[in-house]
């Protein structure tokens, strides 16, 4: 019986040498998606950014995906203890330009993957690619836009006997009398000074216009900081407020746009609100055009998300195309950007580029809908703009937005400036002052202003 049982176990283990070993499933290699410092932490974003993680992970066997939501006002912290502690997410989006700054030489330069894979960058505008590229290199791919645009009242321009400001870039802009003038800023001042009314109906122009008592005004900057103004009337970088050895420049065009806006504001004939007016109730707290008070504002897309209390009071709004610079004749557009970045320490490059491409490809038709983006890519703009359309029924025409993108800001106004928390906040308290108080010397200001940059660029 022994000998019986020692010659089928040495059967056995001969059978077993003669069999094709189980190898072991070779370790997915993980790519952590880290969410928080844009949009993408609402209740009604994380399911859908969990459902493309599940659709990315199904469609491959190398690579698993893993979602990290932080919350907003905790996200640049969890981050920058992540990244200091050698501990950094491989992928970090979507997120903005200013996001992006925070963490600046953190982020990997894709050309080199661009190139070692053979992506096809073409499939992009080159526009919107070249917007993604710094001195650091090709930081990103497009993923959503918001193109820039004219946003204006119909009623009010009814009511005053004014023609519509042109939907189409190159087109005149006409005036009552059949005469036609350049859309430039010149003229958006001139009509935006006829839309501006006091409590007895009076226009800016006219004799006996109560300044004091503007119901409507003509004009304004929704949601602009100095450096946006200066960039939609002259094409102001950030770049160009310091040279390679950081002293501060105040560019004349930002010298312009700035005397343009206060002159708006406290000028004889004002068609901008000033801080009180743009911050009272009437004039909804500071989103001014939403308030529907103000015939025509300059805005980028994602502002259709917030026009719901507009619409609802009964009132419609059209789009019409940017204004040009009054001296070169040239639209100098802005084109907000959310997309994806990999962090320059990823232990694997060519895994989280791997992911990065499906979030701004396959992904698109899911995560651009719920981040109430743009899409980059074409192909993919029409469901966007159906679902646009549905919640404006009005708008007749989205084509002065999607034109837009022809005129992006490269380099960007949004782009990094050195001490750049610190210098943005003293941009931030000028154009305070100067909304607050008509009776500053604005010149002396901006010079000030530069004095003060000067010092912070250099810290």
Aim: with cysteine.
């Amino acid at each position: 019986m022994k000998k019986t049982l020692l010659v089928l176990a040495a059967l056995l283990l001969a059978t077993a040498l003669l069999l094709p070993a189980c190898a072991p499933k070779p370790k997915k290699v993980q790519i952590r998606w880290f969410v928080g410092l844009g949009t993408g932490t609402d209740a009604n974003q994380v399911p859908v950014e969990q459902e493309v993680v599940a659709d990315f992970n199904a469609s491959q066997d190398k690579i698993e995906l893993v979602l990290e939501v932080v919350p907003y006002e905790s996200a640049r912290d969890t981050l920058s203890t992540q990244i200091a502690s050698g501990n950094g997410p491989d992928i970090v989006g979507p997120v903005g330009w200013e996001g992006t700054n925070a963490y600046r030489g953190q982020w990997l330069d894709l050309a080199p993957l661009i190139e070692e894979t053979g992506y096809d960058i073409n499939q992009f505008d080159p526009d919107l690619v070249a917007m993604q590229v710094t001195t650091d290199g090709q930081l990103g791919l497009p993923f959503a836009v918001f193109p820039a645009a004219v946003y204006y009242v119909p009623k009010m321009f009814d009511e005053a006997g004014l023609n519509y400001p042109p939907a189409k870039y190159g087109e005149k802009y006409v005036m009552p009398d059949g005469t036609e003038k350049p859309w430039d800023w010149n003229t958006l001042t001139e009509i935006a000074k006829l839309l501006t009314l006091d409590a007895n109906g009076k226009n800016a122009t006219e004799a006996g216009f109560d300044r004091e008592a503007i119901v409507q005004v003509g004009y304004y900057p929704q949601w602009q900081d100095a450096l946006h103004m200066a960039a939609f009337w002259g094409g102001v970088s950030a770049d160009d407020y310091y040279d390679e050895d950081y002293n501060a420049i105040i560019p004349d065009a930002a010298k312009e746009a700035w005397t343009w806006y206060f002159n708006g504001m406290w000028g004889p004939q004002p068609f901008i609100p000033n801080a009180s007016l743009a911050g009272s109730p009437e004039f909804s707290g500071g989103n001014v055009f939403n308030s529907g008070r103000a015939a025509m504002a300059i805005t980028h897309f994602w502002y259709t998300c917030c026009l719901a209390d507009f619409r609802d009071a009964g009132n419609e709004f059209q789009l019409a195309v940017l204004p040009a610079n009054p001296k070169d004749g040239q639209v100098h557009g802005r084109v907000d950007a959310d997309t994806f970045r990999i962090w320059k320490g990823t232990q694997h490059p060519k895994e989280a580029f791997e992911v990065l491409t499906y979030l701004v490809g396959p992904a698109v038709k899911k995560l651009a809908p719920v981040y109430g983006a743009l899409p980059a890519r074409p192909e993919y703009q029409q469901t966007f703009l159906e679902a646009k359309s549905a919640e404006y029924p009005f708008v007749t025409s989205w084509q002065p937005l999607l034109d837009g993108l022809a005129y992006p800001d490269v380099p960007s106004a949004e782009g990094w400036l050195p001490n750049m928390t610190q210098a943005r906040d003293r941009i931030a308290s000028f154009l305070d002052l100067i909304s607050n108080d008509g009776t500053v010397d604005l010149e002396a200001q901006i010079e000030q202003l530069r004095q003060d940059l000067d010092v912070i660029f250099k810290k």
